[in-house]
C-alpha cells in the first residue's frame, strides 16, 4: 500500500499536471480564437479597401491593381489575393491569382461574408465576399482572400511562445506540491518520531503539539501506552507472584531432603531434580519476564552501578573459597534494559566464572564502536570451541563435578535476546579460560538524561 507522503505527491503531481493541462487547452482556445479574430479583422479591413478602391475604378477594373499598394498583391500564389467581378460576368484578379480565380459563396450574399474556399492549386483559403451595387448602378462581387497557412502558423508561434510559460507554471506546480506535500506531513513525521522514542522521555504525548485532525489519534496513542504499562507491570507482577509462590514448596522439599540426608537417606537424585526444577522455574519466569518488558516499558539502568553492587557480592563470594575478582569499567553506562534483567544475566555469569574459575575472574566494561560491550574472563578450563552450543542449550552441562542446573548461560541468552543483545563465548586471551562477552547494541543504549 502507497504511503501517505506518495499519496500525497502522486495526488499533487496529478492535480498539478490536470490544472496545467485544462489551463493550457484553455489558454490555447483562446489564443486560437484570438489570433483567428484578429485573421478576419485584417480580412475584412482588406475588403473594405478593395471596396473603397473599387467605387473609383468601376469603370476601369485594372486600374485597381495600382491602387491595391500590398506588394503580396502583385507575387503570384503568395497567399493574398483580390478578385472583383461584375453583372456581365467580367472577372478581375490581382497578380497574385496569376490565372487562377476564387470561388464565390453561394447565394452571392449582399452583407460581407467570411467563409473557406480553395485557391490556385487547391490551396485553403479565408475570405470574405460582398455582392455591392455602387451610385453608377453597377453591380459587383467584391472578394479578398489569404491563405490558412498563415493563420496557422500565427497560431503556432502564439503557442509555441506560451509553451515555456506554461512548462515554468507546470514546474513551479509540482514543486509547490512538493513543499505542500512536505509541510502537510510534518506533523506525521514529528508524530512518528515521538512514537519511536516514546520511552526517551518517562511522559505521554501532548496532543497540543500537533494539528487537531492528528490530536485524537495522540489521545488514543497515549492511552494504548498507559494500557501497555499496565499490562506490563502486571505481567512481571503475576510472574514475581508465581516466582514468590514456588519457593515456599520448595524450600519445604529441600529442609525434607535435608533431614532425609541427615537421617542417613539417599538423597542426592532428588536435590539435584529440584535444583533442575528450580533452574527451569527460573529461566521461563525471566523469559516471562523479559519478553513482557523489553518493547514495552520505559526502563533504564545505569550498567555501571549494577555491575558495583554485583562487585561487592561476589568479590566477598571469591575470596571466600581463596579466588580475586577484577572490576574494571566506564562510567556512566546507561543500558534501555530492565535492572533485574540485566543484573539476573551478570549475576548467572559472575556465578559460573567463579564456581569455575582456579583463582582468578575479571570483568571490564566499556563503550564500543557499536554499543556497550561486557566481558567476564576467568582462569579456568574453559569450554571447547566446539562445545559452546550444547553450553549454551537450555539445561546443557559439559561438567557434572560441580553442582548446578546447568541454565545459568541459557537464562543469560535468553534475557539478552529479548533486548536484542547477545552472549559470545571465546577463549580468553588473558586469562586462558572460558570468555563471556555480552554485547549491547546501540539501539539498546540509554544516556542518563533520560533516565
Request: glycine share 8%; with cysteine.
Amino acid at each position: 500500500m502507497l504511503s501517505l507522503r506518495q499519496r500525497a505527491l502522486l495526488g499533487g503531481t496529478a492535480s498539478g499536471a490536470l490544472s496545467v493541462g485544462v489551463g493550457t487547452l484553455a489558454v490555447f482556445s483562446f489564443i486560437n480564437a484570438r489570433v483567428s479574430d484578429r485573421f478576419d479583422t485584417a480580412l475584412l479591413d482588406r475588403h473594405t479597401q478593395l471596396v473603397v478602391g473599387l467605387s473609383v475604378t468601376t469603370h476601369d477594373p485594372d486600374a485597381l491593381r495600382d491602387l491595391m499598394f500590398d506588394p503580396a498583391y502583385g507575387t503570384p500564389y503568395s497567399g493574398r489575393y483580390w478578385q472583383v467581378s461584375n453583372s456581365e460576368g467580367e472577372i478581375f484578379t490581382s497578380a497574385s491569382l496569376f490565372d487562377g480565380v476564387i470561388a464565390e459563396p453561394p447565394g452571392t450574399p449582399d452583407v460581407t461574408t467570411l467563409w473557406n474556399t480553395r485557391g490556385p492549386e487547391n490551396e485553403a483559403l479565408r475570405g470574405a465576399y460582398q455582392k455591392i451595387t455602387y451610385e453608377d448602378g453597377t453591380v459587383w462581387g467584391v472578394s479578398v482572400a489569404e491563405s490558412q497557412a498563415q493563420l496557422v502558423a500565427e497560431r503556432h508561434a502564439a503557442q509555441q511562445s506560451l509553451l515555456p510559460v506554461f512548462a515554468l507554471v507546470g514546474l513551479i506546480g509540482v514543486v509547490g506540491s512538493l513543499l505542500l506535500t512536505s509541510i502537510i506531513l510534518t506533523p506525521l513525521r514529528k508524530l512518528r518520531s515521538d512514537v519511536a522514542h516514546r520511552w526517551d522521555r518517562d511522559e505521554d504525548l501532548k496532543p497540543g503539539d500537533y494539528p487537531e485532525e492528528v490530536s485524537p489519534l495522540v489521545e488514543d496513542l497515549n492511552q494504548l501506552l498507559r494500557r501497555n504499562r499496565e499490562i506490563v507491570s502486571g505481567s512481571r507482577r503475576q510472574a514475581a507472584d508465581l516466582a514468590h509462590a514456588l519457593k515456599t514448596p520448595t524450600a519445604i522439599m529441600r529442609n525434607e531432603l535435608l533431614l532425609l540426608s541427615e537421617a542417613g537417606g539417599s538423597t542426592e537424585t532428588a536435590v539435584e531434580a529440584l535444583d533442575r526444577i528450580d533452574a527451569q522455574l527460573g529461566r521461563s519466569l525471566a523469559r516471562m519476564r523479559a519478553l513482557n518488558t523489553a518493547d514495552l516499558t520505559h526502563s533504564r539502568t545505569e550498567l555501571s552501578h549494577s555491575i558495583d553492587r554485583l562487585a561487592r557480592l561476589f568479590t566477598t563470594m571469591a575470596e571466600r573459597e581463596g579466588k580475586s575478582l577484577e572490576i574494571e569499567r566506564d562510567p556512566g553506562l546507561w543500558v534501555r534494559m530492565d535492572a533485574q534483567d540485566i543484573e539476573e544475566v551478570l549475576g548467572n555469569l559472575l556465578d559460573n566464572a567463579v564456581k569455575w574459575c582456579k583463582s582468578k575472574v575479571r570483568l571490564t566494561a566499556g563503550r564500543t564502536q557499536n554499543g556497550i560491550e561486557v566481558v567476564i574472563d576467568d582462569d579456568g578450563p574453559g569450554i571447547p570451541q566446539d562445545a559452546h552450543r550444547e553450553a549454551l542449550r537450555s539445561g546443557g552441562r559439559l561438567d557434572t563435578s560441580v553442582s548446578g542446573s546447568g541454565l545459568g548461560l541459557a537464562i543469560a541468552v535468553d534475557l539478552l535476546k529479548a533486548y536484542d543483545s547477545r552472549l559470545d563465548l571465546g577463549a580468553s586471551n588473558s586469562l586462558g579460560g572460558l570468555e563471556c562477552r555480552i554485547v549491547i547494541p546501540k539501539g539498546t543504549n540509554a544516556h542518563p538524561a533520560s533516565g
